[in-house]
């Protein structure tokens, strides 16, 4: 079932619980992340993989490279433009596993996760009556409306009743 803004309107306990629920758990859920992609990325910074595959190609690229360029500068600088280069394609690597790793991140743990932790919470608050009966209260203004119209309606009758007694 599907609330409408009309419903939340019609029942601002409901609105109020909703909205206080699905900003806890969502900051909650952001928290999550945001430690796992800490985990992450200490895991990254710890190990450098020399054996991954996209880095062993571009290694030999980068020491043929170098090696071309050996006869044109002094030792230590070929070096550094080597290792210079070497940190660059390592880094391209990490970024591009980070950029299949956080969309996977944040819909395991922020959609998905969210998804489940919201139902829980639902069926555990809703099978309480007295708190169900709280949420599902109506607005005074509402049922101040209704009982007019009540009122009014309850007027029009008598009034037909008492045009139809003339006729």
């Known amino acids: 079932m ?3 803004k009309a419903s939340f309107k019609r029942f601002p ?6 909205y206080h629920t699905c900003l806890s758990l969502n900051l909650r ?6 430690k796992f992609m800490d985990k992450y990325m200490k895991c990254e910074i710890s190990y450098i993989n020399i054996n991954h595959k996209l880095f062993t190609a571009d290694r ?3 020491e043929t490279e170098a090696a071309d360029d050996a006869q044109d500068l002094p030792f230590e600088k070929q070096n550094v433009k080597r290792i210079k280069a070497l940190l660059e394609l390592y880094a391209n690597i990490i970024k591009y596993q980070l950029m299949d790793v956080v969309p996977k991140t944040v819909m395991s743990i922020m ?5 489940e932790e919201i139902h829980k919470h639902l069926l555990r608050n809703l099978s309480q ?8 209260r109506e607005d005074v203004f509402i049922e101040e409306k209704r009982d007019k119209a009540t009122k009014m309606l309850e007027a029009l009758e008598r009034a037909d009743s ?6």
Do not use: P, W
């Open 2 to 4: 599907q609330m409408s």
């Open 13 to 18: 306990n409901l609105k109020r619980e909703a």
């Open 29 to 34: 859920k952001t928290a999550e992340v945001e």
């Open 60 to 62: 030999q690229r980068i």
């Open 111 to 115: 959609v998905y996760g969210f998804h």
């Open 129 to 136: 009556e007295e708190k169900a009966e709280e949420l599902m």
């Open 162 to 167: 008492i045009t139809c007694l003339l006729d």
